[in-house]
């Protein structure tokens, strides 16, 4: 974990932290409203070492392994000085850093509503947030890399028989770094960016 910029070590509660993430083995990570048997293959990711978790923030099922970087701000809303609850004006705030970091590395990125990055109107990165007692929780992924396949396969997409088209379709739908950057950065200097 990075502590923020002004965080104190010698107080009772946790300091505003950022923390990064990547899953090994991978996971499903499970909205915090969703029902796993709704969003899930239980059976492909049991035979294929792949977790299933719910995370505490609602949005979406996600598949999240080491080929996608992950971050969490965790900080009480008085140390913000922003708004006192998840909104879209927050979301938008603190977004900004990540679409600034895929800027600097001369891409094309923009916060597109409710909670997503783009890249030349590609999502690269989803975010979500909640309130907890007065503190802010808000998570990201950056796709580096990703396994559109395996993806499909350990979550229950609406059609039930793939097709190279819906693979494809996804693969127009999002991008990720090695498919924009050649080279890609280190996770190093990645993390470096968005801190």
Not at 43 to 67: A, P
Not at 113 to 132: A, F, H, M, Q, Y
Not at 142 to 163: G, H, Q, S
Request: charged share 25%; hydrophobic share 40%.
């Amino acid at each position: 974990a990075v502590l923020l910029e002004g965080a104190s070590l010698e107080t009772e509660a946790s300091p505003p932290t950022i923390r990064f993430l990547q899953f090994s083995p991978p996971a499903v990570l499970v909205g915090a409203y969703q029902s796993v048997a709704n969003e899930v293959r239980v059976d492909y990711c049991r035979d294929h070492g792949i977790e299933t978790n719910r995370r505490i923030t609602g949005g979406g099922t996600i598949f999240f392994d080491e080929s996608q970087l992950g971050w969490e701000i965790i900080a009480p809303f008085e140390t913000l000085g922003w708004p006192t609850r998840p909104s879209e004006e927050l979301f938008v705030k603190l977004s900004t850093p990540t679409v600034s970091a895929l800027r600097e590395l001369g891409l094309d990125a923009a916060y597109r509503p409710r909670n997503d990055i783009e890249v030349e109107g590609r999502k690269i990165s989803g975010t979500g947030g909640t309130d907890l007692s007065g503190a802010l929780f808000f998570q990201g992924t950056l796709l580096i890399d990703f396994d559109v396949e395996t993806m499909v396969r350990a979550l229950r997409v609406p059609v039930e028989k793939l097709r190279r088209q819906e693979i494809e379709g996804m693969q127009d739908r999002v991008t990720w770094l090695t498919r924009e950057l050649d080279p890609t950065p280190s996770l190093d200097d990645l993390k470096a960016l968005l801190v």
